[in-house]
């Protein structure tokens, strides 16, 4: 049908009052906590075109706020409310996000230590797509560990907003848009000089925060610039800092059979502990001095609550119209994050494994005739009948006197972004853009052991003076001095002579060049002109990680890493068509197929209507294919050293044992050999615990593949009144995770006879007995992934006492979070557990009058269970828990109120978890609980009571 000039003229301005009307619902409905009032022209029935914007989840501009997919939208006023000086704070409290890594849950890694990033839908940080004024941002994490955006490295006060996608946009975005999109838009157009300044302490006078912003700007004739400086400390919380997180603990019995919290202190003590079995073979434990064994360690002692960070940034952006139909754009950005001395418990030192490497059929030892070993614990060994210290059942220790061990990490993040924007027409616009970012990590980890050295340090000799002194002569002058760890006897000399300083350095580089054109096409549907958008897009990505020489060469108390190399390119053609069918029917329609250096060409889609039979009332639905391309990490992390127990399947095989695994294992000449001469293949204790190995990347994973879908309404009830409600489904396949070196043996092993390889293709290597001494494994695509949920968010606006209320409801409701293993078919459904609660919601209320402005926001997280599996387990029997495996719903409830003074200065003052509500506890028995912290950080405050207030003045 075609339209006369007179309908032309009606559909525009039908079209616009939908659209002002349209927007309003959306500014009030999709807010995360609050949004500022917006503001509409009343002359909806004028002959004027409606201003078009682009709308995260889209190219094309449009005149409506709401897309066939839901996004919420987190404004400026909501993180100045929250009184969050980063970003990922505000973020893990939106029903639909979660910290993947945070200050808390990170504090046990030396690599991603102070890391802050975000998964939406819980699906990942991986498959969370982070963008800044929807273009790509450099990954923050060092690409041996994984790939996502740090967002320390994008200051909270250089944001305007945040636009949250709920949805798979890879046709859209590209790879890794699986779980949806997080879009952060920073602030633009600056006028003359703003400062910024916020302080902050918790009820207990600790974790202070403090964060200097200033902003200078200016405009010209077609033209902006500004600068902004800023820089931020938190300086975090020691795990004795709070009583739940004060000590070591676990769930135990009492002499009743109720399930107690009690203290379980690690058995690796400063005094040393000395196992072995006695001349009536039972076990006895002693201090390494030979005196009873006198208790553990408590390492929360030395643990952190919350990594102290330390952040300084700068930013800047300009542009300028050449002419009224170009115009050319560039913004910076630096970061630098550092962990200030963040600590956990001095070494754990397994002389045993370690030292003499018992655990890889090592035969290092100690006869117990040295002059190390004190007489009260030489005579305990020789009336056991032991020779050498090897024969013991267990020789620890806590390394003390070396220190803690600390990581000082430094991540530099610089990224520069510049493009054209160019209007062929009224009609159409093309723009093109290039970015570069990469991120610098520097890393010193205090209170490591050079195991070589303490080998020597070890092996001492009587120099027939009564001085006792290393053996070797060579490691005598290089400054070798005999180590006493019988005891508390360490000495400062032996100290600086074993200690070592462990260094890594790690680089993540990316960049992109990106075209295209978008406007409408010369035709018309009944609805309207179609619109396109269509473009080009090149992206490279590069990484590396260096453990450092000691640490690739094994040397260190750490397990022996390699180093990390690698990139990958991609290009990308995509396609985006808005079809209006009719005037109230709309039709999205996109397509993008990338050409990818490792996993080759890839098609991604998205389909997406909406329909409003009324003019108070929208249904859309949409459904996508998206891809999850392997990154640096999946690909080339370099191998890392295990000796975690595996199973080997021959063990225990005879001549006569049925069945297709005992046929391959008879295949395998050294294992043959053995049946024939003792009957069966059996390990010993040595052989079963000496298999050691790698695990790292995998060049030939493949890339995950996700169908999504999802469908709602938005319902404007009344004036002031709306609704909205989405209903989602991802299913994830081919999910890439590390497969279990056991995992590698039993499929090896389960294959016929033409298929099975006796070594498992180069990742399983016997010695001459036939015992495993190395199995190696890597990433893979191992599980599915099904999720279901549904987000409401009621909205309500009305005046009220000469002033503006408003009430916002945001709760999500999970149905389903299921993983499969694709080998074997198990699944477990994961909702109800810690991180997967069945119910989440915020309910905000806001109240302004003239220049005062009140708020306070309710979050909610629902009763769950620690494990849905009874992974868990008590202390005393072993058993799943019970009592402490049901947690209890709980509430955090925030306070913050603004007063703007004038225009040009106001005070915002706020109380965080105002009712002190303490976490619950998830200590060594749990399995959702963060190691060293006693709860999940995800899910519950670990800081309590928070007090801050900040100040903006304008200039």
């Known amino acids: 049908m075609k339209m006369v000039q007179g309908d032309k003229n009606m559909y525009r301005n039908n079209k616009l009052a939908s659209s002002v009307r349209w927007a309003l619902v959306a500014a009030s409905a999709v807010s995360a906590l609050s949004v500022a009032p917006v503001y509409a022209a009343d002359n909806a029935a004028s002959d004027e075109q409606p201003e078009r914007i682009e709308v995260t989840g889209s190219r094309i501009k449009r005149t409506d706020l709401e897309t066939p997919v839901p996004v919420t939208i987190i404004s400026r006023q909501d993180i100045k409310q929250s009184g969050a000086i980063n970003v990922a704070d505000i973020l893990k409290q939106t029903p639909v996000a979660i910290a993947a890594s945070d200050q808390s849950n990170s504090v046990f890694s030396t690599t991603t230590v102070g890391l802050n990033t975000t998964s939406l839908r819980n699906l990942g940080q991986e498959r969370t797509l982070v963008l800044v004024n929807g273009r790509r941002f450099v990954s923050g994490v060092d690409p041996s560990t994984g790939y996502a955006v740090d967002l320390n490295a994008i200051p909270a006060s250089l944001i305007e907003r945040i636009e949250i996608l709920k949805s798979a946009s890879s046709a859209i975005y590209g790879s890794d848009a699986v779980a949806g999109v997080v879009n952060i838009i920073t ?42 400086i800023g820089y931020d400390k938190d300086k975090g919380l020691k795990s004795s800092d709070r009583s739940f997180s004060a000590r070591d603990q676990a769930i135990f019995l009492d ?23 006695d001349a009536n073979g039972d076990n006895q434990t002693v201090n390494a001095d030979g005196t009873a064994y006198s208790g553990g360690f408590n390492r929360a002692a030395y643990r952190q609550l919350v990594t102290p960070l330390e952040r300084k940034y700068a930013a800047a952006g300009i542009y300028q119209d050449v002419n009224d139909k170009t115009r050319v754009w560039t913004e910076l950005n630096w970061n630098s994050t550092e962990t200030d001395h963040s600590t956990i418990e001095p070494t754990p030192l397994d002389v045993l494994n370690d030292v003499w490497l018992q655990d890889r059929n090592g035969t290092g030892g100690m006869d117990v005739s040295s002059p190390l070993i004190p007489d009260a614990l030489r005579q305990q060994l020789v009336a056991a009948g032991i020779t050498n210290l090897n ?68 092996d001492v000799i009587d120099d027939g003076n009564g001085n006792l002194v290393c053996r070797n002569d060579l490691a005598r002058l290089q400054g070798c001095v005999p180590l006493n760890i019988f005891g508390e006897n ?93 005037e109230r029917l709309e ?40 891809i999850r391309t392997p990154n640096i990490a999946d690909l080339y992390a370099g191998r890392g050293e295990t000796f975690a127990t595996v199973s080997d399947p021959c063990d225990g095989v005879t001549a006569t044992t049925a069945g297709q695994v005992a046929t391959n294992c008879r295949s395998i000449p050294a294992v043959a050999a053995r049946i024939a001469a003792s009957g069966s293949f059996d390990l010993t204790q040595a052989e079963r615990q000496g298999t050691g190995g790698y695990v790292g990347g995998n060049p030939d994973v493949k890339e995950e593949t996700a169908d999504t879908w999802s469908g709602g309404f938005v319902w404007q009830i009344i004036d002031g009144l709306s609704l909205t409600t989405d209903y989602y489904d991802i299913s994830v396949d081919n999910a890439i995770s590390t497969t279990s070196r056991s995992v590698v043996l039993s499929r090896c092993f389960d294959a016929s006879s033409a298929d099975f390889s006796a070594d498992c293709n180069g990742n399983a290597i016997r010695d001459a007995r036939g015992a495993l001494i190395e199995v190696n494994s890597g990433t893979a695509n191992e599980n599915k992934i099904d999720t279901r949920g549904l987000d409401v968010d009621l909205t309500y606006v009305t005046e009220l006492w000469g002033g503006s209320f408003k009430a916002n409801l945001i709760w999500n409701h999970l149905f389903e979070f299921k993983e499969t293993g694709i080998a074997d078919g198990s699944s477990i459904d994961y909702a109800g557990q810690v991180l997967y609660p069945d ?97 999940a950080s995800e899910a519950y405050d670990v800081t309590g009571r928070y007090f801050f207030a900040g100040v903006t003045v304008k200039f």
């Open 187 to 228: 602030r633009k157009d600056f006028e003359g000089v703003e400062v910024d300044l916020q302080t902050g302490i918790s009820d207990h006078s600790d974790r202070e925060q403090n964060s200097i912003n200033i902003t200078t700007g200016g405009s010209w004739n077609g033209g902006n610039a500004w600068v902004s």
């Open 255 to 277: 002499d009743n059979g109720n399930e107690v919290v009690g203290d379980l202190f690690s058995s690796y003590p400063p005094q040393g502990r000395i196992s072995y079995t």
């Open 391 to 458: 024969q013991t059942n267990a020789f620890v220790r806590r390394m003390v006197e070396f220190g803690p061990r600390s990581t000082d990490l430094e991540r530099n993040t610089i990224r520069v972004a510049t493009g054209v924007d160019y209007n062929i027409n009224d009609n159409w616009q093309w723009n093109s853009y290039l970015t570069w970012g990469k991120t610098k990590q520097e890393q010193e980890d205090g209170g490591q052991i050079n195991i070589e050295r303490a080998a020597q340090a070890l």
């Open 490 to 582: 360490v000495s400062q000399a032996a100290v600086d002579y074993v200690r070592v300083p462990a260094k890594a350095t790690g680089a993540a580089e990316q960049f992109v060049v990106s075209t295209g054109l978008t406007g409408d096409l010369p035709f018309e549907l009944p609805g309207g002109y179609v619109s396109m958008a269509a473009g080009v897009e090149q992206r490279l990505e590069k990484g590396s990680y260096n453990p450092g020489e000691l640490a690739q060469t094994g040397a260190s108390s750490t397990n022996k890493t390699d180093a990390t190399y690698g990139s990958l390119h991609t290009t990308d053609y995509y396609v985006e068509f808005v079809l209006p069918l009719i």
């Open 587 to 626: 039709l999205d329609l996109a397509a993008r197929y990338s050409d990818h250096s490792i996993v080759g060409g890839q098609t991604t889609w998205n389909a997406g209507i909406e329909y409003s039979p009324i003019d108070d009332l929208k249904f859309r639905a949409s459904a996508a294919r998206a």
């Open 839 to 935: 119910n989440r919601a915020n309910l905000n209320l806001s109240y302004n009058y003239d220049a005062l402005t009140v708020a306070w926001r309710i979050r909610y997280w629902d009763s769950v269970v620690d494990s849905v599996d009874e992974g868990n387990l008590n202390y005393t029997d072993g058993a799943p828990l019970t009592t402490y495996n049901n947690i209890s719903s709980v509430f955090y409830h925030d306070l913050n109120a603004s007063y703007a003074f004038n225009n040009n200065t106001t005070l915002n003052v706020g109380i965080k978890n105002a009712f002190d509500k303490k976490p619950p506890v998830l200590n060594q028995s749990s399995v959702s609980g963060a190691t060293g912290i006693n709860t």
